[in-house]
């Protein structure tokens, strides 16, 4: 079993920047791929970044390529997601999820992948 918990969510105005955090329960956290998702009201949730299991490989979804950076930290089992120059279609609920053991990076984007979800941070971006 691993336990989510994120945090860093919050307002932010338009260009700005945040971090999120993702505290991962459990002494084998660095042998899950983490990914990042995001729903905005009214709309499906979409992947939004992924990393695996040692941190080598990483993949992001184009509307954010560039502007959004995943980063884990296997001592501290937490998963990051600096978010930069942030627009207001950048506005939903952000979490974070684990994948067992053998994700490839390209796995990392499907949904079906995952086996744990955290519950989920507010981002809101402002114009």
């Known amino acids: 079993q691993v336990h989510l918990v994120e945090s860093g969510g919050g307002l932010v105005q338009a260009g700005g920047s945040l971090r999120l955090s993702c505290a991962a329960s459990g002494r084998t956290f660095s042998t899950y791929g983490m990914g990042w998702f995001r729903q905005a009201p009214g709309k499906e949730r979409e992947f939004v970044a992924g990393?695996?299991?040692?941190?080598?490989?990483?993949i992001y979804a184009d509307s954010v390529k560039g502007r959004f950076t995943i980063s884990r930290d296997n001592a501290k089992n937490t998963v990051y997601l600096q978010m930069n120059s942030l627009k207001p279609e950048d506005t939903a609920v952000y979490s974070c999820?684990?994948?067992?053991?053998?994700?490839?990076?390209?796995?990392?984007?499907?949904?079906?992948?995952?086996?744990?979800w955290g519950q989920g941070t507010q981002v809101t971006v402002s114009s």
């Open positions: 990393i695996t299991g040692n941190g080598a490989r990483t």
């Open positions: 999820a684990a994948a067992p053991t053998g994700a490839t990076v390209y796995a990392l984007t499907q949904t079906a992948q995952y086996d744990y």
